[in-house]
Each structure stands twice: as C-alpha cells, then as structure tokens.
C-alpha cells in the first residue's frame, strides 16, 4: 500500500490555494528513511510540514510529496539545571510550554501563536515581541539533528554557524527533516505578565514609545487601525510586559470558541473592519493602564478562538508583513498604511513593532534591525494584489524585505534583493526536498 496519500484539503493558514499534494504521516521517527526514499519518485520533491500555521506556499508542495510530522511530538530530554530540552521535530510549542511552565521555565522566543511546532519554529527561525533582547528563536538552538533525502544523518551545532546549522535555521524545511532539537529555556518565577497598554494617536507616537520601552520592557507590540487616517494615520494601541517576579506558575486551560464555518465573503469589508477598529481603539483608550495577565493571552490571543483564519470566507487571506530599516521606518510605514488606509482593505488585526540589533543565525533568517508591519488581508483577487504590489515598491525602494512563511505571491526579484545570502543557502539544500515557494522564487532561473 503506498504511504502517499493523494489529498487536496491540506492548506496553509491562508487558504489561498488548495493545491494536489501526496501526503503520508510517520507515525514514528523510524518510518522516516523508508518515507524519505520513497518520495525519490515525485518530480516535485518532499516536503516536511508541521501544524500548518505559514500563511502562504512555504509549507505547500503542490503535486509533491509531504510528510505531515505531527505524531513525531515527544519531548525526549529535559536538564532543569540548564533549561536545555530536547524534543522531536513535531513537538508543539504548546505541548513543551505544558511541560515547562510548570517547572518554572518558557520558551526564550515565541511567535504569536503557541500552535506551531518546534521544527516549523526553526525552519522560519521565527520571532517575538521580545526580539529586541533576544533576537530570533536561532540564537536559542543548541543542537540539530537533521535527515536528509539521501540517507545521511547531521547533527548540527550552533558552532557551524557559516554551513548546514546557518542553512537550516529559518532554512523553511528544504536543508532535510528536522528530527529532534536542542533548545535552550529561559526560567520564569510565574505564569503570569505585567503588562501595560498605552494608546497613541498617531504613527510618531509609536516610535517614541517603542524607544522609550525598549530598556524596561522586555516585551513590546503594538496594535495599529490600519483604517484611520490624516491626522490619525498610524494610531494605536502600544503593550509592554515583562514576566511578573512573583505567583502561580500554571498553564492557563484553553477552551476557546471555534468558528464554526467559513464567514460570507463580504464579512469583512471596509465597513466592518472600520467599525471593529474603532471600537476597539476605543475600547482600548478606556482600559489602558497596567496589569496582571496569564501568558497566554498576552501571547496567544488568537489561539483563543479555534480555526480563526475562517472569518475571511473560502477564498482565504493574504498576509502581509515587511520590514525596513530604521534609517526608512517612519517615512516607509506611513507610506504603506496611508496606501492601506487609501484602499480600504486592511484587516482587524495589524501588528506593528521594531526589530532589535542582534543577527539573526539563519542565512535566510527574516528579522533585521528596523521596523515591521504585518496585517492580514482578505482575498479579493486582483484588487489585493495590486495593493500588495504597491506596498512592495514601497518595501523595494527603503531596502526591506518581506517574511517567507507569511508570503504567498512575493516576487522573486523582491526576494532576491532581500536575502544577499541567498546564493549560500543553495549550497546547502536537500536536492530531494522543495517546496511551492521555493520554485516560485528561490529555484535557479
């Protein structure tokens, strides 16, 4: 019986395309090199894939072969004397914050959602509210271990910073399978946040309160109505946090709403997106001030509500998310939302903050010094690429670049401007392994 299996429900979180994939679901690490040889026979190659949660083609390898590793989740070694632990690839980082918070320990670096596994976290080398202080979750990686097509196994040290570690980290799956990983945790006194949000009326008031924050504060993130504009273009509302010194150290229980189907098409539309933005800058403005959180919502608010990527109807989304560096942030930010303001199309939820100074590991690693803006639009077909296209001449012009695992139309020379390592990546791929995105814009031309 063959292990591939022909589906066409296997989407992004975007669920823009809906492509023919081959899928099989090792059910044990040993499966693997029997699977991995067995795909020798897809033209378009193996792809290793986690809980999903890149938006656009990263995680698709239409009419190839996909591994869905979500059964290899265990968490194999834990030194609470060092916080180093080991898991498989597919552990989630929901399943290892169960198994840290608890013994008094959180992930260094986390996106914002918690449903992502370990191996997806390193492929994207992803980032969090706290990037300025400790950069990506690269910088946090102690060991590999990697398969590769052809039979051959690495173990990879962070030392091996200029080869196959510096490839595979924010690698986006295609230097081997990422098996098991070594991360380092950070020790926390408490489950919970100290948290405090600030409004601001206007873009000029974000930079000021990012730079000030930025010292005292180890997290910081702003929400933006990516709808206001003249006077109040940029508005917002400004979070910073820092792990509470005192308490419980318990894993809140999660028992959010799903979204039951796919929302009308025109759910979310100027109107209505104009009006929630309002609201909740209003909203906001009332319940500012300090407070006393759980991590989870301070980090995870959309994992709250289960399957959230439906509220933009069949057709899916676009995410969008830039960044550009400092010298051009003010005047490349206010460029981009006044182009989304001018539309109509932007989204509920717009996330804008600044990118610290420590380098990224990954050759293809995202985060640099500067700011990033990223929001979610809803598929409206050429009206939404055409805005897109003008937010990436804006994004050309100030020398920014835009993140892989939320992309899923990036042009290739945008791509190729923004990565200068991207030729000393392509010495370390997988030959075996591809993906969507990668033949789009990252195979030799």
């Known amino acids: 019986m063959d292990p591939f299996v022909p589906r066409t429900d296997l989407t992004s979180w975007g669920r823009v395309l809906r492509p023919r994939q081959f ?60 916080g180093l632990l080991t898991a498989e690839g597919g552990a989630s980082l929901d399943a290892i914050l169960a198994f840290a918070v608890p013994q008094g320990f959180f992930l260094p670096v986390t996106p914002g959602t918690c449903f992502a596994t370990l191996a997806g976290a390193i492929a994207n080398d992803v980032h969090g509210k706290n990037h300025h202080g400790a950069g990506t979750i690269g910088r946090w990686i102690e060991r590999i271990r990697l398969l590769r097509t052809d039979g051959s196994e690495h173990r990879l040290p962070p030392a091996e910073v200029s080869g196959l570690f510096a490839a595979t980290v924010g690698g986006l799956g295609l230097t081997g399978v990422i098996t098991e990983a070594t991360i380092r945790l950070r020790r926390i006194a408490t489950s919970d946040m100290e948290a405090e949000t600030v409004p601001f009326p206007d873009l000029d008031g974000f930079f000021a309160l990012a730079e000030a924050s930025a010292a005292s504060h180890e997290y910081t993130v702003a929400w933006i109505d990516c709808l206001a504009s003249g006077r109040s273009l940029g508005r917002g509302l400004f979070t910073r946090a820092n792990h509470a010194t ?12 799903a979204v039951p189907m796919d929302a009308p098409s025109l759910f979310l539309n100027r109107w209505t997106i104009g009006a929630m933005n309002t609201a909740y800058y209003a909203l906001g403005r009332r319940r500012a001030g300090a407070r ?30 830039s960044v550009v560096p400092p010298r051009f942030a003010r005047e490349a930010t206010r460029a981009m939302l006044g182009e989304i303001a001018k539309a109509g199309q932007g989204s509920f939820l717009v996330v804008l903050k600044t990118f ?27 009206s939404t690429l055409q805005l897109l296209a003008r937010l990436d001449a804006i994004v050309r012009e100030a020398g920014g670049r835009l993140y892989p695992a939320k992309d899923g139309r990036l042009p290739r020379d945008l791509f190729e401007a923004g990565y200068p390592a991207l030729e000393r990546f392509r010495a370390h791929i997988d030959p075996g392994l591809s993906s969507s995105f990668w033949r789009r814009v990252g195979e030799d031309s």
């Open 292 to 321: 006393r959180v759980p991590y989870e919502p301070f980090f995870y608010p959309l994992d709250a509500i289960r399957d959230w990527n439906r509220l933009y109807g069949r057709r899916g989304m676009y995410q969008y998310q």
């Open 246 to 257: 005192e308490g419980p150290l318990a894993v809140p229980a999660r028992r959010g709403p």
């Open 356 to 382: 610290g100074v420590l380098a990224s590991p990954g050759l293809l690693s995202f985060p640099a010094e500067g700011t990033t803006l990223a929001l979610d639009f809803p598929n409206r077909g050429a």
């Open 23 to 82: 899928v099989a679901s090792p059910s044990i690490k040993t499966d693997l090199p029997d699977l991995l040889q067995r795909s020798n026979r897809f033209e378009n190659g193996l792809l290793a894939r986690g809980l999903g949660r890149s938006y656009g083609d990263s995680n698709l390898n239409a009419d190839g072969a996909v591994l869905d590793c979500r059964a290899l989740a265990g968490i194999t070694a834990f030194d609470p004397e060092t």
